[in-house]
Structure formats: structure tokens, C-alpha cells
């Protein structure tokens, strides 16, 4: 393995645990009735696609969910549904990423993901004790922001670019197949655990560490 100095995880299923099918109950309960239809555990579409690709904002979104659901919703509903793919951050998986910091390795997010799951990841409850997500990485590469959604190579580039790293030097770390299959084809070296696995012992072994 080239000598590893800039690594990128994806945040659903590798730095917090995520429940699908909680999040089917929750946009369910404020009125959704076909939400398994609309949400997806690694990219979504339609509404749903538009505000992770920055296109929509958060009150255009809402506004489609009334459509969808036939019913007058605000933007703590939204939030309230869109947080049910939280299940839990797992210490283990911060204390890495803290871990690989203080050894000098550049640490970044690169995640399809949204201003709803975001309010509630910058604010103090992220962790549950008092720190954001931004305390744990040294940039954070969020689809809606970037305007861009993985599996694209688009920001797979830009995460490059704004790390002044190159992709052989690169370790990705995501969940999905699709999403690792691209890196590699940019030359991004890879590790793709399970939605929710303990990923910290196999990176351990990988960088050597």
C-alpha cells in the first residue's frame, strides 16, 4: 500500500450507525404513508436526491413533502423524520478518528447528505458530549454543500483537490459498493466495511497502526 496521508469516511453507516427502517417509521408517522418508496440507505431521488444535491432548499423541500403527503408539515417535521436514520454514534468510531488526527493523518468527511442531518451533526448533541462533528474531522465535504452527490466523480475530485492530496496517497472509507467502486477507479485506495460494522480494527491493520 502507498503510504496513506489523507483519509475520507463517509458519515451513514461508518461514523454513526444508521437505521433505514427508522427512518421509514418516522417520515411514516408524519405522513408519508409510501416513505419506503422515496428513501434509500445510500442515495436518494427525487426530493429527497434534490436536497442532498444541494438543488432544493430546506423550505422547497418542505414544500414537496406537503405535496407528498397531503398534509401541512414545518421544518422541525423534517428534521424530526430525517433524524430517524440516526440510531447511535458509536464512541469507538470517534475516538478513531481523533486517534488517526493526533498521528498526523488528514481526516475528512465526504457524505451524500442533507441541512436537516446536518443541524442536528454541527450542534453540541452530535456526540453526546457537547462536541460537534466538526470537532472530529479537518474538513467536511457535504453533498448539498458541494453540490455534488457520490457516486460521482465530481466530488470524489473535489475532496482531492481541497485535501492537496493525491488519490494514491487517498484512503476512502464508505459502506457502499458503488460509491467505493468509483474511488477506485480514480486510483483512491479503499476500505468498504458493512453498513454499521466495527470498521476500526481492519483500518488498524491496514494503515499499520
Not at 423524520?81 to 465526504?110: D, F, T
Not at 457524505?111 to 472530529?136: C, E, K, L, V
Not at 453533498?143 to 476512502?172: N, V, W
Amino acid at each position: 500500500m502507498t503510504f496513506i496521508k489523507n483519509i475520507a469516511f463517509d458519515l451513514g453507516g461508518v461514523v454513526l450507525a444508521l437505521s433505514y427502517e427508522n427512518a421509514v417509521r418516522r417520515f411514516e408517522e408524519i405522513g408519508l404513508k409510501d416513505a419506503r418508496r422515496h428513501l434509500d440507505a445510500f442515495c436518494q431521488h427525487g426530493i429527497f436526491g434534490d436536497l442532498e444535491a444541494g438543488k432544493i432548499t430546506e423550505e422547497t423541500f418542505r414544500q414537496g413533502l406537503c405535496e407528498l403527503t397531503g398534509k401541512p408539515l414545518t421544518l422541525d417535521d423534517c428534521y424530526y423524520a430525517w433524524h430517524g436514520y440516526v440510531e447511535s454514534v458509536p464512541q469507538r468510531n470517534l475516538q478513531m478518528l481523533n486517534e488517526l488526527r493526533g498521528k498526523g493523518y488528514q481526516v475528512c468527511l465526504l457524505s451524500n447528505t442533507n441541512p436537516f442531518m446536518m443541524r442536528w451533526a454541527h450542534s453540541s448533541d452530535f456526540d453526546g458530549q457537547g462536541h460537534a462533528i466538526d470537532d472530529y474531522f479537518d474538513r467536511l465535504y457535504l453533498s448539498y454543500e458541494c453540490k455534488a452527490m457520490k457516486p460521482s466523480e465530481e466530488i470524489f475530485r473535489m475532496m482531492l483537490d481541497g485535501q492537496h492530496a493525491a488519490a494514491d496517497e487517498t484512503l476512502f472509507v464508505d459502506d457502499s459498493r458503488h460509491n467505493v467502486e468509483v474511488a477506485q477507479a480514480l486510483g483512491i485506495q479503499t476500505l468498504c466495511p458493512q453498513n454499521n460494522e466495527d470498521w476500526t480494527g481492519t483500518l488498524r491493520t491496514l494503515l499499520g497502526i
